[in-house]
């Protein structure tokens, strides 16, 4: 017969099944009930949002969409709002992904955005969507020496040389500004390290909240103007652009399941150190 | 000989392409861009390769009638019918079957698996987070800033105009001094790490990738 356990020990060995549905809770409850909380802008993505506020109007872009559904929570949020604050400044943009599951992820942001419907935008002369390139690092490199040497043809099929957009661009250098909206390698870092440093195009990046750190250096050498981490850099950005949106709204979620971490974390240690003082702990 | 020509290539390819940031000419620079397109092409021939393995590997469990066929047969039939709609239909547009199955079924999936890991984090957070020691001590310390400073709450509860810049102030501080710092120090470190091991695999000091032992 098992030895009936204490209080203590019950809640140090607790199925994981409650603590995931506290977790479930936690997160869906603030979805439901609306917690307005205030939302403080970090340097990062105020300097992000004003380096493309301060891109001439009319200008083009290069924009690398390099994520897949798992992080579309963190970054489409981002990529919605980046569209319409460069719609509003008529910006055109040439858009590729170096991911193979992102291009369809670029499609519906487009049409979310209302970019040919709403801001008027043309197909090839606006904007290109070249789709997806297999390569990573050589792809980057490849671009460098010509965009349309490495994109022979563009989502459609129509051929590079043709589109009237890309007649006076064909390396990173060409256009005003590259954005790098990134979720892992290929990404922010390769992006820095085999483009940004050599022929110093001006660059900002959204990357996911685990890879922010790991980019903050180069954002403080000077190498990315500004740079959106996870969903918390995406609310940030999409309060500047004056759309709210699905970063915005999950922010209450976040807040709540992070302090309920905390109070796991703290909950956890407590009976560590029970456990302990009675000569129970491993 | 067999050691020898693979050698020669990785030398002159790994020769050129770093010439390549220092030498601006013309004659040079199509060469390289042409290397990149082979290069390109390889990478492309590696996904068959790829697919081949995942067959080979498959085609193997279901054989046997192992307890995970039934996953294998899902997986090679998910395969192969993915590959067929894109290469055999249109592959573009709201209506189309690939982009269909990507909305329904691998975008969903996708973002599932990527989400369990809250669930992970959570378990991991009771059970293995433990102030063992002044290090541990440490990183649970930044760790649970950072977490405050990282949202909304934070700022509620100890706002940035406050004493320090409370929680977000706390936050930016060990992201922009200590984590800075250490992330430098690492990136630098990989990073000489990666120039010695190139210099070492085009002198032919390195042959490990050519296969064979050292």
Same mark, same amino acid.
């Given at each position: 017969?098992?030895? *009936?356990? #204490?209080?203590?020990?019950?809640?140090?060995?607790?199925?994981?099944?409650?603590?995931?549905?506290?977790?479930?809770?936690?997160?869906? $409850?603030p979805?439901?009930?609306?917690? @307005?909380?205030?939302?403080?802008?970090?340097?990062?993505?105020?300097? $992000?949002?004003?380096?493309?506020?301060? $891109?001439?109007?009319?200008?083009? +872009?290069?924009?690398?969409?390099?994520?897949?559904?798992?992080?579309?929570?963190?970054?489409?949020?981002?990529?919605l709002?980046?569209?319409?604050?460069?719609?509003?400044?008529?910006? /055109?943009?040439?858009?590729?992904?170096?991911?193979?599951?992102?291009?369809?992820?670029?499609?519906?942001?487009?049409?979310?955005?209302?970019?040919?419907?709403?801001?008027?935008?043309?197909?090839?002369?606006?904007?290109?969507? $070249?789709?997806? /390139?297999?390569?990573?690092?050589?792809?980057?490199?490849?671009?460098?020496?010509?965009?349309?040497?490495?994109?022979?043809?563009?989502?459609?099929?129509?051929?590079?040389?043709?589109?009237?957009?890309?007649? =006076?661009?064909?390396?990173y250098?060409? %256009?005003? &500004?590259?954005?790098?909206?990134?979720?892992? #390698?290929?990404?922010?870092?390769?992006?820095?390290? !085999?483009?940004?440093?050599?022929?110093?195009?001006?660059?900002v990046?959204?990357?996911?909240?685990?890879?922010?750190?790991?980019?903050?250096?180069?954002?403080?050498?000077?190498?990315?103007?500004?740079?959106?981490a996870?969903?918390?850099?995406?609310?940030?950005?999409?309060?500047? +652009?004056g759309?709210?949106?699905?970063?915005?709204?999950?922010?209450?979620?976040?807040?709540?399941?992070?302090?309920?971490l905390?109070?796991?974390?703290?909950?956890?240690?407590?009976?560590?150190?029970?456990?302990?003082?009675?000569?129970?702990?491993? | &000989?067999?050691?020898?020509?693979?050698?020669l290539?990785t030398?002159?390819?790994?020769?050129l392409?770093?010439?390549? %940031?220092?030498?601006?000419?013309?004659?040079?620079?199509?060469?390289?861009?042409?290397?990149?397109?082979?290069?390109?092409?390889?990478?492309?021939?590696?996904y068959?390769?790829?697919?081949? !393995?995942?067959?080979?590997?498959?085609?193997?469990?279901?054989? *046997?009638?192992?307890s995970?066929?039934?996953?294998?047969i899902?997986?090679?039939? #998910?395969?192969?019918? &993915?590959?067929?709609?894109?290469?055999?239909?249109?592959?573009?547009?709201? =209506?189309?079957?690939?982009?269909?199955?990507? !909305?329904?079924?691998?975008?969903?999936?996708s973002?599932?698996?990527?989400?369990?890991?809250?669930?992970?984090?959570?378990?991991?957070?009771?059970?293995a %987070?433990?102030?063992?020691?002044?290090?541990?001590?440490?990183?649970? #310390?930044?760790?649970?800033?950072?977490?405050?400073?990282?949202?909304?709450?934070?700022?509620?509860?100890?706002? @940035?105009?406050?004493?320090?810049?409370? %929680?977000?102030?706390?936050?930016?501080?060990? &992201?922009?001094?200590?984590?800075?710092?250490?992330?430098?120090?690492?990136?630098?470190?990989?990073?000489?790490?990666?120039?010695?091991?190139?210099? *070492?695999?085009?002198?032919?000091?390195?042959?490990? =990738?050519?296969?064979?032992?050292?």
């Open positions: 017969m098992t030895a *009936r356990r #204490s209080w203590r020990e019950r809640l140090e060995f607790i199925d994981r099944r409650w603590l995931f549905l506290i977790l479930a809770f936690a997160i869906v $409850l979805l439901v009930v609306d917690l @307005p909380l205030p939302l403080y802008v970090s340097p990062m993505v105020q300097d $992000l949002y004003d380096a493309i506020e301060d $891109l001439p109007d009319g200008s083009t +872009v290069l924009i690398s969409a390099d994520y897949d559904p798992s992080g579309k929570p963190e970054l489409e949020p981002f990529h709002a980046l569209i319409h604050q460069l719609a509003e400044k008529k910006v /055109k943009m040439v858009m590729y992904s170096l991911w193979p599951a992102a291009t369809p992820i670029t499609e519906a942001v487009l049409a979310e955005a209302g970019l040919t419907t709403d801001y008027g935008y043309r197909k090839d002369v606006d904007y290109v969507l $070249l789709g997806y /390139k297999e390569g990573q690092q050589i792809a980057m490199r490849s671009i460098q020496k010509s965009l349309k040497g490495t994109f022979p043809v563009d989502r459609d099929g129509t051929p590079s040389n043709e589109i009237p957009l890309l007649q =006076h661009y064909d390396t250098t060409d %256009f005003a &500004m590259l954005i790098n909206v990134s979720a892992g #390698s290929p990404g922010v870092k390769e992006y820095v390290q !085999n483009v940004q440093s050599i022929t110093g195009v001006p660059m990046a959204a990357c996911t909240a685990v890879s922010g750190p790991d980019y903050v250096p180069y954002y403080k050498a000077g190498q990315l103007l500004g740079l959106a996870g969903m918390k850099g995406a609310a940030e950005y999409e309060k500047l +652009v759309r709210p949106g699905l970063a915005m709204a999950g922010m209450s979620a976040q807040s709540a399941s992070h302090i309920l905390i109070a796991f974390i703290v909950f956890g240690n407590v009976m560590y150190f029970l456990a302990r003082r009675s000569g129970g702990a491993r | &000989m067999k050691r020898a020509v693979p050698w290539l030398f002159v390819a790994g020769a392409m770093i010439n390549d %940031f220092f030498v601006p000419h013309r004659t040079h620079a199509a060469i390289t861009q042409e290397l990149q397109q082979w290069g390109l092409i390889v990478v492309a021939f590696t068959v390769l790829g697919m081949a !393995n995942v067959f080979d590997l498959h085609f193997k469990k279901i054989r *046997r009638g192992s995970e066929a039934l996953y294998s899902v997986l090679v039939g #998910s395969m192969l019918g &993915m590959a067929a709609l894109g290469i055999f239909h249109d592959h573009q547009g709201e =209506h189309s079957p690939f982009i269909w199955l990507y !909305n329904t079924v691998y975008d969903p999936l973002a599932t698996m990527f989400a369990l890991l809250a669930f992970f984090i959570t378990s991991a957070a009771y059970r %987070f433990r102030a063992r020691s002044t290090e541990a001590v440490l990183l649970l #310390s930044a760790a649970i800033l950072v977490m405050l400073g990282q949202v909304p709450v934070g700022a509620a509860i100890w706002g @940035p105009d406050s004493f320090l810049g409370g %929680f977000p102030g706390l936050k930016d501080w060990i &992201m922009d001094v200590p984590n800075l710092a250490g992330k430098r120090a690492i990136l630098m470190g990989a990073a000489l790490g990666a120039i010695s091991t190139g210099i *070492r695999v085009i002198l032919g000091l390195e042959r490990a =990738h050519l296969g064979g032992g050292k």
